[in-house]
């Protein structure tokens, strides 16, 4: 066995074996743990675990000690070793029998807190052991409510030990490929289920967006959740997730972590045979974060490090095998980057990944194009890696011709002899050489590009051949031949030759002085062929080159030549067949605009002065085309076109001009973007438009403000309206004209995005206009059009951010309606859209960011360090919250009321996420800015009556959210408006009301003001009249304190509140309020009337919640035992109730609390209000019961209380009584109390609640004063509290006879003497007759007080017939008592009690009259009355007889009965017999001679005998006259009845 000694650390173990012995001993042990030292209880639980270890337990035993251990652990709470200890005895138990460590997660006291986290890691670990399967779905479902509760970093740590657990035992049967509802107690559809509610908890309930401990467990848990979650459901989690993921790695959690959670997770979705379209969207995001992981350094010693760097390859794998082409480019755009890390993690890639996929040719291309932009590059640090990555790519035949050609020539630039290349990378060459073919190497060997390497090739050939030799493979050269693949062609020779040529005839014509002759020339010119672009070009640089000499006649030229364009009489083109009308057309268009474009660009500028006129020309070519105008003759115009503004927006002379044509020609493109179809795409035109309108921005005039507001409009709903992406491919014919279809739909948004950039350079203070004219399509019921728009709103304002350039300060003057339509966005029901708005709201805050920075930079101020870093796009995405949060600085007071206005309407959007959102924005703004508000009123009606709709429930609940957030910050404004509302108040309004207790510091601010109404109506004296302001007050109060969350803020103000609202109870009680008046109705629930209620009781009833809300329900409790409600219901009867609700108070409250109402009441005790007055004194009086508040230094109690009593009020007289009799029971007070005796004794004779305090507070003074003092007060009190036992009020007597019986108990401690003994006889009789009442509490009373009298005058038998009298044994007891007391023999006690009761036959109370009655013959019946002195009959019989007349016919009879009685007592055998003993006795008294028993006194005679023989003589007459006659009469009566017999009759 083992011992534990207290203050030692010695323990024993011999012979020890786990019994039930040493159990016992244990939880004696840890029974007193709280006294030993940490190393006492250390030892045994060492020793404990050993034991168990090494011995198998019985399974109630087990069971025992597992109690024991989590009890040590839930009570003491145990930390670092010791907690280890606690953690490892679990263990050892739950080796043996799983299931009971496992079961003690859901004991009943852990369902409102967390279990230990000892108990946590064990169950963890457990979870693993062989035998706790069947515990698998059970212990989940608890996990998952604790998820919700951990808080702190170590309970989540403890969690996650379970949680691992969990994930990885469930994974391992489900790889086994084991039915696991056979083996687990969960099936594979709910432990999905269970998966996936995990996941949304963790994201949901956890912060986990920092670099903790916490943080990288749960990376871990995730991993394996995706694997048990349904692909389904985790396919759509991708793109919360990938965000997630990318949130980490900039809090820089360890990147393992962070590579293991990607690679499980594309693992995962590649198990379900497709990633999906979220994965495909999030692609770049996700190499993105694998690049960086791989570019981190691996250590070799770290484990982490190397699986960092495998996991991450993995994962490239994976993804290439889903996503092949896809995954090569996005890979492939790390190598533009020019940042060796990336490439050289790029080379690790494709070298790991290139082997395990398909070669595809697509693929081939793409994996050279990288290796040549590497070559391209040709960066030091990548050489190294590039080789090896090349040497494996010719292994795998990847050299075509031209691409080969250039990797070979890199490969010999770095093999020659003289570079400064390290001779690793030289041997690499090498080797890489030699893997080229032996006559492709004689090729390179020869050529005059390579005499630098002549030396190394030529070895590397000669080696070749020499191994080929060796093999017996005679290298054959004969058949190669070099061929001469660098001499220009005859096709190239020819081209060279007619541009030049048409260079000749230019500067031919431009050296002639001949003005006709240039004229023909350039006429005959530009009527040559044209077919070709060669030629068309070859016309314009000649009439460029002519132009630069003979500007006017060239323009001229064209001018006239344009007219075949315009004029059907003249025109050649309409000679063609119509067919080729259209195509001649765009010739001869290209033809001018080109030469245009030609002579801008060798003009020195004397073009500019007949540009205006050119483009006016260019204008009427189109309106006045002489053929039809369909869709390939517009493309052909807008090109020629484009290229002619192109030219002249180049020319930096051309800022120097105006061109009053560019609003015209702005307008004409917006006319042919305006007849492009809305329901489809098939040309390029609207693109086209856009893209000339954006390349024409530069020249003057600038566009107006109108003209971009129609420019924008025009565009926007040329673009945005076009159907969906898919749609538009359903419509395509083939694959190919679908991904054209696609293709041209995307390069049309670019068009539309780069229009857009060019008009904010233009202007950038107007870009919130620019937003604006977005708000239709950010609003569209169509998703494509929805997200169109988000995505240029976010692509303008990250061009804006990026701008770098605000010189110009960009004004948002209507900020609060622009960051609430791009917030809304960012809860939209399609993910891109919220992260596209996620996107632009960032890039919207980055620039009033920069805008902050360069004012503060201006004024000279520090700039503002890590703000730009607090926010990110991943921070909005989804999160109206930090939105606000955000932007709250930036909004000006009408911004904010602005953005509040709009986001209201909102609330009632078809789509459940955006009218969220919308409320979302309200709470947030609220809470950051909510004190800025303006128009408070026009919010508040505005939420309201959007709260009586149809509102979705969440958003209703933000709504609710948001208005308590105003009322917070805005009390004094909302508050009365919704107090004015009428009663009783619909739902909504009650709603609101319940909002407003569910926050904290909006709970305080309503509450203050409410109890401020409440103290200012009824500071003084109102009139009778019933106000309409303090009753909606309690209305508004029984929501607000109906919730759970205003415990805190109720708690801060209860003191104050609970006065407050008892006053107004008081005020209310008085009134003359209407019947059946209803203020407020409460629902009770589904399915049930709701719950109508008056102001007294809405009143009573916030009462009740306001001890419920401040978490002392024992209150409530104690109320409703002593019925306090009742008594607060009645004027009469209210300083009652407030007296028991104070006792509640006292009872259940912490002293902290008492003080707190006792500081708030001192104040009022003397108010000229009488309520307040009796309120705060009847709290004050009750107060006292409690130790610490009668204690309270530099308070003069009494003082108070004494004043009181004199006032002639009773209630005051009564309250301050209490408060005396409260006083009384803490030490310290007998002195000064028992001087009051004689002051409190004179209240005993009052008003019944008066002399009911007088007799507590002298009850009070005895049993908890001095010892010295009580016998002393006893006595000098109990001449009046004796009557007070037969008074004839109930509760008056049930007072004073309770005192007696707990005075009697007092004076018993201290042995009274024979004074006190005999004040203590006197209240027997009262006490016997009190007992007869028929009053249940009386007859309690009565004998509690007599159990107490038999235990001080010593009658221990009678003490258990008086503990248990009720109402059906009183008489029973009374007689048993008689009984007793004549057995006493003592005579002389029971003629001092039967006189005693004599005094109560002249009672004006019938009851007492007939109870002395009763007393009298229910003790004569046990005296021997025969053995009674004579006078002392006589005396009974008079005093008897004299009630023979009462007028109460009960008590005459009993009257009659008792005399009856009494004479059967007396003469037992005959009268006559009688009468002779009688007239015997009295001669024997006569003549002096003794009889045979002398006669005993019952009572004491007033006065003594006298020996005069006259006196003696006529006393002894009259003592005998009696008998005497009566034995005449009795003679008399014999002769009478004789018969009469004279002589013999036979005479």
């Not at 509302?981 to 509450?1007: C, H, M, Q, Y």
Request: charged share 20%.
């Amino acid at each position: 066995m083992f011992i534990v000694m207290v203050g030692s650390s010695e323990i024993t173990d011999r012979n020890l074996d786990v019994s039930e012995k040493n159990i016992k001993d244990f939880m004696e042990a840890l029974q007193v743990a709280g006294q030993l030292s940490a190393d006492n209880v250390l030892q045994t639980l060492k020793l404990l675990k050993v034991k168990i270890l090494n011995n198998k337990m019985a399974t109630p035993r087990c069971q025992k000690v597992t109690d024991i251990i989590v009890d040590y652990m839930k009570t003491m709470k145990p930390e670092g070793e010791l907690e280890e200890l606690c953690t490892e005895v679990l263990l050892a138990l739950g080796f043996q029998s799983p299931g009971i460590v496992i079961f003690k997660l859901w004991d009943r006291w852990h369902l409102n807190n967390l279990p230990p986290n000892g108990l946590l890691v064990a169950v963890g670990r457990l979870i693993f052991c062989q035998g706790a399967d069947p515990y698998i779905g059970v212990t989940w479902e608890y996990i998952l409510h604790l998820l919700r509760m951990a808080q702190k970093e170590d309970d989540m740590l403890a969690v996650c030990h379970v949680l691992k657990g969990l994930v990885i035992s469930a994974r391992k049967h489900l790889d086994l490929g084991t039915k696991n509802d056979e083996i687990m107690d969960i099936t594979q559809e709910a432990l999905s289920i269970k998966a996936y509610l995990t996941l949304r908890v963790l994201f949901n309930r956890w912060s986990l967006r920092s670099n903790n401990k916490v943080t990288e467990e749960a990376l871990v848990i995730i991993g394996h959740l995706f694997f048990l979650i349904p692909p389904s459901k985790l396919k759509n989690q991708v793109n919360r997730l990938t965000r997630w993921l990318m949130t980490l790695m900039s809090a820089k959690v360890a990147p393992f972590y962070i590579s293991q959670c990607i690679f499980q997770l594309i693992d995962a979705l590649a198990l379900s045979g497709c990633g999906g379209i979220n994965l495909e969207s999030q692609l770049g995001n996700i190499i993105d974060m694998l690049f960086k992981q791989l570019s981190e350094t691996v250590e070799d010693s770290n484990h982490h490090s190397v699986q960092n760097h495998s996991l991450a390859l993995k994962a490239f794998y994976i993804l290439t095998k889903l996503y092949n082409d896809r995954v090569v480019t996005l890979i492939r755009e790390n190598v533009e980057s020019k940042d060796p890390a990336k490439i050289i993690s790029t080379i690790q890639i494709f070298t790991d990944v290139l082997q395990k996929v398909p070669q595809t040719e697509k693929l081939k291309n793409e994996v050279m194009h990288s290796v040549i932009i590497m070559i391209q590059e040709d960066l030091k640090p990548v050489r190294r890696a590039l080789l090896n990555f090349i040497e494996m790519l010719i292994q795998h035949d990847y050299l075509a011709p031209h691409q080969g050609s250039i990797i070979i020539n890199y490969v010999i630039k770095l093999s020659e002899s003289d570079c400064s290349n390290e001779e690793d990378i030289q041997l690499t060459c090498s080797k890489i050489l030699q893997m080229v073919t032996l006559p492709k190497l004689i090729t390179l060997v020869c050529q005059p590009s390579n005499t630098l390497a002549f030396v190394p090739l030529s070895k590397m050939a000669t080696k070749m051949a020499l191994r080929a030799r060796s093999l017996g493979q005679v290298p054959y050269l004969s058949s190669f031949h070099l061929r001469p693949t660098q001499f220009i062609s005859p096709q190239k020779l020819l081209t060279h030759l007619v541009a030049f040529l048409y260079k000749f005839f230019g500067f031919t014509l431009r050296t002639s002085r001949n003005i006709k002759m240039v004229q023909m020339m350039l006429s005959a010119i530009l009527q040559t062929v044209h077919e070709e672009l060669q030629e068309r070009e070859g016309i314009a640089v000649a009439l460029s080159i002519v132009s630069m000499k003979h500007l006017k006649v060239t323009l001229d030229q064209l001018q006239a030549y344009s007219a075949i364009l315009t004029d059907k009489n003249s025109s050649s083109i309409l000679k063609l067949m119509k067919e080729h009308q259209q195509r001649e057309w765009g010739l001869v268009c290209n033809i001018i605009y080109l030469s245009y474009s030609k002579i801008i660009s060798e003009s020195k500028g004397a073009i500019f002065m007949h540009l205006d006129d050119i483009l006016a020309m260019v204008l009427q070519h189109y309106r006045n085309c002489i053929v039809e105008k369909d869709k390939n003759l517009k493309l052909e115009y807008l090109d020629a076109l484009t290229k002619l503004i192109n030219i002249l927006s180049s020319q930096p002379m051309a800022f120097q001009f105006k061109f009053p044509q560019k609003i015209e020609i702005v307008t004409f493109m917006m006319e042919l973007i305006r007849e492009e179809p809305m329901n489809s795409i098939s040309s390029s035109i609207r693109q086209r438009a856009m893209n000339f309108i954006t390349n024409f921005r530069k020249l003057h005039p600038l566009t107006e403000v109108e003209e971009r507001t129609e420019l924008l409009q025009t565009c926007f709903q040329s673009v945005l309206c076009l159907p969906s992406t898919e749609d538009l491919q359903k419509e395509a014919s083939s694959s190919q004209e679908a991904q054209a279809t696609e293709d041209l739909l995307m390069e049309t948004l670019q068009s539309l995005l780069r229009l857009m950039e060019t008009l904010i350079v233009e202007m950038p203070s107007q870009i919130q206009y620019c937003l604006e004219h977005l708000n239709i399509w950010l609003n569209s019921q169509n998703d494509n059009e929805r997200e169109r728009a988000t995505w240029c709103a976010a692509r303008i304002l990250g061009f804006t951010a990026k701008w770098n350039n605000f010189g110009v300060e960009i004004k948002f003057s209507r900020l609060g309606c622009l960051v609430r339509l791009l917030a809304m966005r960012c809860q939209d029901p399609v993910d891109n859209i919220c992260f596209l708005s996620s996107q632009a709201v960032y890039n919207l805050y980055r620039i009033l960011l920069l805008q902050k920075q360069m004012q503060r930079k201006k004024q000279g101020l520090w700039e503002e360090e890590g703000k730009s870093e607090v926010y990110s796009a991943n921070v909005f995405y989804n999160n109206t919250f930090e939105i606000a949060k955000a932007f709250a600085e930036y909004f000006t007071e009408m911004q904010l009321t602005h953005l509040v206005l709009t986001a209201m309407e909102g609330l009632t959007d078809s789509k459940a996420t955006v009218s969220l959102a919308a409320a979302q924005l309200m709470s947030a703004v609220m809470k950051e800015r909510g004190r800025d508000m303006i128009k408070i009123e026009e919010i508040v009606e505005g939420i309201v009556g959007r709260l009586n709709l149809q509102l979705e429930p969440n958003t209703k609940e933000e709504t609710m959210r948001a208005m308590c957030l105003l009322a917070g910050n805005n009390t004094h404004r909302v508050v009365p408006m919704l107090l004015n509302k009428t009663l009783p108040w619909d739902r909504t309004n009650l709603a609101l009301w319940k909002a407003f207790g569910t926050r904290r510091e909006t709970t305080i601010s309503v509450l203050q003001l409410l109890i401020g109404i409440l103290e200012k109506l009824h500071s003084r004296e109102e009139s009778r009249e019933m106000a309409f302001q303090p009753v909606a007050v309690t209305c508004a109060l029984c929501e607000m304190l109906s919730g759970s969350l205003c415990q805190e803020a109720v708690q801060e103000l209860y003191p104050r509140l609970l006065l407050a609202i008892l006053h107004h109870l008081y005020w209310v009680i008085e009134q003359n309020v209407p019947q059946k008046m209803v203020v407020y109705n409460r629902e009770e629930g589904p399915g049930r009337k709701s719950k109508p209620f008056d102001p007294t009781s809405c009143a009573l009833e916030v009462v009740k919640l306001v001890f419920v809300a401040a978490a002392y329900e024992g209150v409530v409790v104690y109320a409703n035992q002593h019925h306090c409600w009742d008594l607060l219901s009645s004027p009469e009867f209210y300083y009652i109730g407030i007296m028991d609700l104070t006792s509640g108070i006292v009872k259940n409250c912490e002293p902290a609390i008492l003080h707190r109402i006792l500081n708030l009441i001192r104040n009022i005790l003397y108010s000229s209000n009488y309520h307040r007055r009796i309120l705060a004194r009847t709290f004050y009086a009750q107060l006292l019961w409690h130790r610490s508040v009668a204690q309270t230094v530099g308070q003069d109690f009494l003082g108070n209380l004494i004043k009181w009593t004199n006032e002639p009020n009773i209630i005051m007289k009564e309250v301050g009584l209490r408060g005396i009799s409260n006083l009384a029971l803490h030490p310290g007070q007998s002195e000064s109390l028992k001087s009051q005796v004689p002051f409190l004794r004179d209240f005993l004779k009052n008003e019944a609640r008066v002399t009911m305090q007088a007799v507590k507070s002298l009850r009070n003074i005895i049993c908890f004063g001095k010892q010295q003092n009580t016998k002393v007060v006893f006595c000098s009190i109990s001449k009046q509290l004796r009557p007070l036992i037969n008074d004839e009020r109930d509760l008056v007597k049930i007072s004073a006879t309770s005192a007696l019986g707990h005075m009697l108990h007092r004076v018993h401690k201290f042995k009274p003497g024979a004074i006190t003994r005999r004040e203590i006889y006197s209240f027997l009789v009262p006490l016997l007759l009190s007992i007869q009442d028929n009053n249940t509490e009386v007859v309690k009373a009565c004998g509690g007080a007599l159990t107490e009298w038999t235990k001080v005058i010593g009658w221990s038998s009678l003490t258990q017939t008086f503990q248990h009298t009720t109402l059906s044994d009183h008489i029973q007891v009374l007689e048993e008592t008689c009984k007793y007391l004549v057995g006493t023999k003592n005579i002389q006690l029971v003629g001092e009690f039967l006189s005693q009761s004599f005094d109560f036959l002249t009672s004006p109370q019938s009851f007492l009259r007939e109870a002395a009655i009763n007393f009298i013959g229910l003790t004569i019946k046990r005296l021997t009355m025969k053995r009674i002195h004579e006078d002392d009959v006589e005396l009974l019989q008079n005093a008897i007889g004299s009630l023979r007349n009462d007028p109460v016919e009960s008590i005459q009879s009993l009257v009659t009965t008792t005399l009856k009685n009494l004479d059967e007592y007396l003469n037992p055998e005959s009268m006559s017999a009688s009468r002779m003993s009688q007239l015997s006795n009295n001669i024997f008294k006569v003549t002096g001679m003794k009889t045979s028993e002398r006669k005993k006194r019952l009572f004491k005679t007033v006065k003594q005998e006298r020996d005069d023989d006259d006196n003696q003589k006529k006393n002894i007459w009259n003592w005998l006259r009696g008998p005497l006659n009566s034995l005449c009469n009795w003679h008399n009566r014999r002769v009478k009845t004789t018969p009469l017999i004279i002589g013999n009759s036979d005479k």
